[in-house]
């Protein structure tokens, strides 16, 4: 079968590189071929040739009367930017918020105040899925720019980064009874610079976790990811019921069941999922939400009055109290062998934080 294109970008360098092209036309990867043959200079150039293209003398031979075969703009609209970013701004894309919230607020009564919220919310944004940058250099996983393809926006559309379904948050004070002004050893002295003048806090967070693209691994159309095959019947509803926190004994955790949905070698389980590899076509590109999580800051403040004008405050801060590890679902693409391992969450480790401030 002639392939004048490979043909032509080839000429004269052997059989350096055929394999990673053969592996893409096996695979379907048409858009990754088509990637790799712009941004390598020898190929550029042998396809468009210097008589067109200036900056190519250089790559052949110093020769600026190469003609080629190819327009400059064959694979981009502008070579000059072949590799590099260019930024286009306009106001094709779009979002939308809806929410239903609930509020209990409790003003300050005998020294207790507090608030507690609930938040049922979906977030959708014409955007790309797992990152807001719209030019190459800039892709996050396989989505390479803002659109997928040209013929249909719509398939950017879904769930954006922030797309939390369910937030409990919860905060409040509370002025332990204790000390001048207050109910219990507001006479002794002594008492008052022990126990009086004490302020406890807290915020408790609880929420579902945010989504994340899965991604076959094979960009089969443009330079982007077609997505995936779900096989025997299996939808991305029962790959998200199973997501949890699977504890190892490793340095990470599995957020999806791997007993079932794993591999020997630690990629996904093909019973169940495959990559598309047909140039062209478009296959399941599902969102899969993270584990829910909470944490739970905590502090203790004293007022020390110095002078009627001067005082001291002393704060400590217990950021995370419970030292409570959360994650994040971690890579999504089916044939990475560290599928769905992750080690990190949206909160840090325990901090304790000790401030004194002189107030006057």
């Known amino acids: 079968m002639a392939l004048p294109i490979l043909q032509a970008a ?30 390598s ?11 067109k293209f200036a900056p190519c003398a250089s790559s052949l031979g110093g020769n600026t009367n190469v003609a080629g075969n190819y327009p400059v ?17 306009d106001a094709a894309g779009h979002s939308n918020y809806n929410s239903l919230q609930v509020e ?39 989505v390479a720019g803002l659109y997928l393809t040209q013929r249909n926006f719509r398939l950017n559309y879904g769930p954006s980064p922030f797309d939390i379904r369910h937030i409990v948050h919860a905060s409040g004070t509370y002025d332990l009874p204790f000390g001048k002004g207050r109910k219990f050893f507001n006479q002794n002295r002594l008492a008052n610079q ?26 089969t159309v443009n330079a982007n990811d077609a997505g995936i095959n779900f096989l025997g019947g299996f939808t991305a509803k029962q790959l998200q019921d199973s997501v949890g926190v699977y504890k190892t004994g490793s340095p990470f955790v599995y957020t999806v069941d791997p007993a079932k949905f794993l591999a020997p070698n630690g990629s996904a389980n093909t019973t169940y999922m495959t990559p598309i590899t ?17 944490n739970a800051d905590f502090s203790a403040n004293k007022t020390i009055p110095i002078r009627e004008s001067i005082r001291v405050t002393l704060q400590g801060e217990f ?13 999504l693409g089916i044939q990475s062998t560290a599928f769905n391992q992750s080690t990190t969450g949206p909160t840090a480790a325990r901090r304790i934080e000790l401030r004194a401030n002189l107030e006057f």
């Open 73 to 89: 703009n064959f694979f981009e609209a502008n070579p000059y930017t072949t590799g590099l970013s260019l930024n286009y701004l």
């Open 104 to 142: 209990l607020r409790q003003r300050q009564v005998h020294g207790m105040q507090f608030n507690v919220n609930y938040t049922l919310g979906k977030s959708m944004v014409l955007g790309p899925a797992n990152a807001y940058q719209g030019n190459v250099t800039s892709q996050t996983g396989s």
């Open 278 to 294: 047909s140039a062209g076509n478009w296959g399941y590109r599902p969102m899969i939400y993270g584990p829910h999580w909470f």
């Open 10 to 39: 080839f000429a004269g360098n052997g059989s350096s590189g055929y394999t990673a092209f053969t592996t893409n036309l096996q695979t379907g990867a048409g858009g990754a071929m088509a990637d790799s043959l712009a941004r």
């Open 41 to 51: 200079q020898v190929y550029f150039c042998n396809l468009v040739g210097s008589a």
């Open 194 to 219: 022990i126990v009086g003048g004490w302020t406890l806090g807290t915020i408790v967070v609880i929420q579902s976790g945010t989504p994340a693209q899965m991604s076959g691994g094979y960009n």
């Open 319 to 331: 950021l995370n109290l419970f030292n409570h590890p959360t994650f994040g679902l971690g890579g």
